[in-house]
T-cell receptor, first 111, second 113 residues
Framework: EPEVTQTPSHQVTQMGQEVILRCVPI?????FYWYRQILGQKVEFLVS????????KSEIFDDQFSVERPDGSNFTLKIRSTKLEDSAMYFC?????????FGSGTQLSVL | DQQVKQNSPSLSVQEGRISILNCDYT??????FLWYKKYPAEGPTFLIS?????DKNEDGRFTVFLNKSAKHLSLHIVPSQPGDSAVYFC????????????FGTGTRLTIIP
């Protein structure tokens, strides 16, 4: 069964450093998303992406965040200068029909 | 702004009995509702969904009920099995194709053998 894959599974970084989280969505899907979950809290929407541009973004998705689909298969989330409060599990998702299919996440720890 | 609420953070149910997880929403523009199951260190996994034109959808041991007038939905699992122990998220979206999902805070279900 096709699945969304995310790398790395864990990322530890120093505050102020740039990180890039990578995702390979399901191949015939057209809509892609990033969500995050801070420990103990709900899953929060960050950004949606379609046709090589952002469709919608949340208040969390400020100028420090960017997304890209550089080569037609990978979908990346970049955090330019990480803050302590960026520590969370980041989930990539792609949409098939009405359903979102999620990857297993990248646990980002900012020290 | 909690548009999707799951008021029970945890629920314990004996194996073999029925588990009922509840979800309330406030946004009347929500048109499609989904339940996801999440194990630790894994992504949410789609479980079952329901469109606003229906009031019930069943898939094996899982049934979702929707009460639009009350803006309430519930997930019934019967019979409950130990492998059902996980966090369950209710999610909702509007009727545009790529509209984002809005998640509830989750209910941790523990099935007691």
């Amino acid at each position: 069964e096709p699945e969304v894959t995310q790398t790395p599974s864990h990322q530890v970084t120093q505050m102020g450093q740039e990180v890039i989280l990578r995702c390979v969505p399901i191949s015939n899907h057209l809509y892609f998303y990033w969500y995050r979950q801070i420990l103990g809290q709900k899953v929060e929407f960050l950004v949606s992406f379609y046709n090589n541009e952002i469709s919608e973004k949340s208040e969390i998705f400020d100028d420090q965040f960017s997304v890209e689909r550089p080569d037609g298969s990978n979908f990346t989330l970049k955090i330019r200068s990480t803050k302590l409060e960026d520590s969370a599990m980041y989930f990539c998702a792609s949409q098939g029909g009405e359903k979102l299919f999620f990857g297993s996440g990248t646990q980002l720890s900012v020290l | 702004d909690q548009q999707v609420k799951q008021n029970s953070p945890s629920l314990s149910v004996q194996e073999g009995r029925i588990s009922i997880l509840n979800c309330d929403y406030t946004n009347s523009m929500f048109d499609y509702f989904l339940w996801y199951k999440k194990y630790p260190a894994e992504g949410p996994t789609f479980l079952i969904s329901i469109s606003s034109i229906k009031d019930k959808n069943e898939d094996g041991r899982f049934t979702v009920f929707l009460n639009k007038s009350a803006k309430h939905l519930s997930l019934h699992i019967v019979p409950s099995q130990p492998g059902d122990s996980a966090v369950y998220f209710c999610a909702a979206k509007g009727n545009f194709g790529n509209e984002k999902l809005t998640f509830g805070t989750g209910t941790r279900l523990t099935i007691i053998p």
